[in-house]
């Protein structure tokens, strides 16, 4: 088993990396059962597909364990379904020694995180992600939140879990578009701070039934380990993890959460950052026709004809703006990120033109 530690004082934690991990979950987390309620947040079809065996090893393990699910997709991470998970947990009796297992991808690890961080004012909980997305990103960092009409996360909070648990082999139960959008997030980390890394994920992109996850996942691991320890609530370098997030995150707004997913609207981000960056005069014209390809390779869903001024609204309301100003990710080269207050609202509004 690869263990990566991500170091933060009082609040670090183990990221475990293996395949068939799963099943070694109760037998880790045995020491930490002090006889407390132990919640599994999920969705039904993962409980059917991995849900209810984690329970049974669990339950006998001696482990007081139920469930609660939510609904497929970011509708799960609203505030009415926010509101019935802390329903719930109060009818199940649990307190401020009850702990919650988060079982699914990225909508699940942020709505479940989020009911943790505010149930009795902070309960523990632990990440085991069933997406590569998840697997990648958005289980390590401590980030949660949920969705409003106005934009997404922007309820929320840094709330640490107590580990993470990554099991390669749940990749086998997931749709190909699920494995693409996680596949979008794995390119940034190359994209931002390794290039030879990013350059072995272009190669291993030639032939995607071959790719080397396990280990594309490890490192994909360590990279956002590494900044989340150096800047745990994104002062300073944690922001270039989001690049190609701004335009990401307001393409999803405007076409609908659930019917662009995030991974694809971040690789479509990321093209338009990168042009941004080349405009700029921080990028040169090779590395921007590198990303750009590397992404192409991606089958990205095409996009229907948009009006790219119905996109800005939805960029201004992006949390990294500050007093009117967005701090914007742009490359420097290829494995070489940082932030600007320089991008206008002509240089985004061109920049969507790339990708129509």
Same mark, same amino acid.
């Given at each position: 088993?690869?263990?990566?530690?991500?170091?933060?004082?009082?609040?670090? /934690?183990?990221?475990?990396?293996?395949?068939?991990?799963?099943?070694?979950?109760?037998?880790?987390?045995?020491?930490?059962?002090?006889?407390?309620?132990?919640?599994?947040?999920?969705?039904?079809?993962?409980?059917? @597909?991995?849900?209810?065996?984690?329970?049974?090893?669990?339950?006998?393990?001696?482990?007081?364990?139920?469930?609660?699910?939510?609904?497929?997709?970011?509708?799960?991470?609203?505030?009415?379904?926010?509101?019935?998970?802390?329903?719930?947990?109060?009818?199940?009796?649990?307190?401020?020694?009850?702990?919650?297992?988060?079982?699914?991808?990225?909508?699940?690890?942020?709505?479940?995180?989020?009911?943790?961080?505010?149930?009795?004012?902070?309960?523990? /909980?632990?990440?085991?992600?069933?997406?590569?997305?998840?697997?990648?990103?958005?289980?390590?960092?401590?980030?949660?939140?949920?969705?409003?009409?106005?934009?997404?996360?922007?309820?929320?909070?840094?709330?640490?879990?107590?580990?993470?648990?990554?099991?390669?082999?749940?990749?086998?139960?997931?749709?190909?578009?699920?494995?693409?959008?996680?596949?979008?997030?794995?390119?940034?980390?190359?994209?931002?701070?390794?290039?030879?890394?990013?350059?072995?994920?272009?190669?291993?992109?030639?032939?995607?039934?071959?790719?080397?996850?396990?280990?594309?996942? /490890?490192?994909?691991?360590?990279?956002?380990?590494?900044?989340?320890?150096?800047?745990?609530?994104?002062?300073?370098?944690?922001?270039? @993890?989001?690049?190609?997030?701004?335009?990401?995150?307001?393409?999803?707004?405007?076409?609908? /959460?659930?019917?662009?997913?995030?991974?694809?609207?971040?690789?479509?981000?990321?093209?338009?950052?990168?042009?941004?960056?080349?405009?700029?005069?921080?990028?040169?014209?090779?590395?921007?026709?590198?990303?750009?390809?590397?992404?192409?390779?991606?089958?990205?869903?095409?996009?229907?004809?948009?009006?790219?001024?119905?996109?800005?609204?939805?960029?201004?309301?992006?949390?990294?703006?500050?007093?009117?100003?967005?701090?914007?990710?742009?490359?420097?080269?290829?494995?070489?990120?940082?932030?600007?207050?320089?991008?206008?609202?002509?240089?985004?509004?061109?920049?969507?033109?790339?990708?129509?």
């Amino acid at each position: 088993m690869n263990i990566i530690n991500l170091n933060l004082g009082d609040r670090s /934690y183990p990221i475990h990396i293996a395949s068939g991990l799963l099943d070694q979950i109760s037998s880790i987390l045995s020491e930490k059962n002090r006889g407390q309620k132990w919640i599994i947040i999920s969705q039904y079809r993962l409980m059917e @597909l991995f849900g209810f065996d984690l329970m049974g090893r669990l339950k006998s393990s001696g482990f007081t364990t139920d469930f609660i699910t939510v609904p497929v997709g970011e509708a799960a991470k609203s505030i009415n379904e926010f509101s019935r998970i802390i329903s719930q947990m109060i009818e199940m009796n649990c307190d401020r020694s009850t702990s919650i297992l988060a079982l699914g991808g990225g909508v699940v690890g942020d709505v479940a995180g989020f009911a943790a961080s505010t149930f009795m004012r902070g309960v523990d /909980y632990y990440q085991i992600p069933t997406t590569l997305l998840a697997m990648v990103d958005s289980a390590i960092g401590g980030k949660t939140g949920i969705n409003i009409a106005e934009g997404k996360n922007l309820v929320g909070a840094i709330y640490q879990p107590k580990a993470v648990f990554v099991d390669p082999t749940l990749l086998k139960s997931l749709p190909k578009e699920e494995v693409i959008s996680g596949l979008g997030e794995i390119i940034k980390y190359g994209a931002i701070k390794d290039k030879e890394f990013f350059n072995e994920i272009s190669n291993g992109l030639e032939n995607i039934e071959s790719f080397p996850f396990e280990n594309i996942i /490890y490192r994909a691991c360590e990279i956002k380990a590494d900044i989340v320890t150096q800047d745990e609530r994104e002062g300073s370098i944690r922001r270039i @993890l989001n690049f190609g997030h701004t335009i990401g995150h307001a393409l999803e707004a405007h076409f609908g /959460y659930g019917k662009l997913r995030h991974g694809e609207a971040v690789s479509y981000g990321m093209i338009c950052a990168g042009w941004i960056s080349n405009q700029l005069g921080h990028l040169s014209n090779n590395d921007y026709q590198r990303l750009k390809k590397t992404i192409e390779k991606l089958p990205l869903p095409m996009l229907n004809n948009f009006d790219q001024n119905k996109i800005l609204p939805f960029v201004k309301n992006d949390k990294k703006t500050v007093s009117g100003k967005l701090n914007f990710v742009i490359l420097d080269t290829l494995g070489s990120a940082t932030t600007t207050k320089d991008v206008s609202d002509e240089l985004i509004l061109n920049s969507l033109k790339v990708i129509q």
